[in-house]
Structure formats: C-alpha cells, structure tokens
C-alpha cells in the first residue's frame, strides 16, 4: 500500500519535471531557466566526456597530461560558475529597478 503511493508520487513528479523542460524551450513560463538548463547539459556532457576520456587512457598518461585535464575541467567549471553568479546579479538588479 505504502509503496503503491510512493511510486503514484515518484510518478508524478517525474511528470512534472518533464512538463517543465518541455516549458524551458517554449514560450510558456516555467521553473527553470533555458540558458541555465543549456549551460549544466553543456557542462554535464563535457565533464563526462573528460572522466570517460580519463578512464580509458589512465594508464598511458603523464603527470602533466592529468594535471592538464585537470586543469581544463576545473578552468570550465569556473566558468560555467561565474557566467551562472553573473546572471543572477543581472536579474537581481533588474528586479530592484
């Protein structure tokens, strides 16, 4: 019985997550941001990329290639970062206008 309700409201949020990406690249307002959405799948993906490339080619790399990979995903992750900070002190400022 529990679990029968459990599932019931899994369900339905699941639902309503996809409702409101389906809402981030139309005209209709949703919950979540289109360029934040954009900007984490970019950043997702290109993080999965480095581990994967990392898992497959551990064993042959130098020191300074890992330092270097490393070095490229701290560099994007602080990117993505700021560029987040910077639009919600753009929006911020907007709203107090």
Not at 35 to 55: P, S
């Amino acid at each position: 019985m529990i679990y029968k309700e459990l599932r019931e409201k899994r369900w339905a949020q699941f639902k309503w997550l996809i409702k409101e990406i389906g809402k981030t690249f139309s005209n209709k307002p949703s919950v979540f941001s289109s360029k934040r959405f954009e900007r984490w799948t970019a950043f997702t993906t290109g993080e999965a990329f480095l581990v994967i490339y990392f898992v497959y080619h551990f064993k042959t790399m130098t020191y300074l290639e890992c330092l270097a990979l490393a070095g490229t995903a701290f560099t994007v992750a602080g990117y993505t970062l700021n560029a987040t900070q910077k639009e919600k002190k753009l929006e911020k400022e907007n709203t107090n206008e």
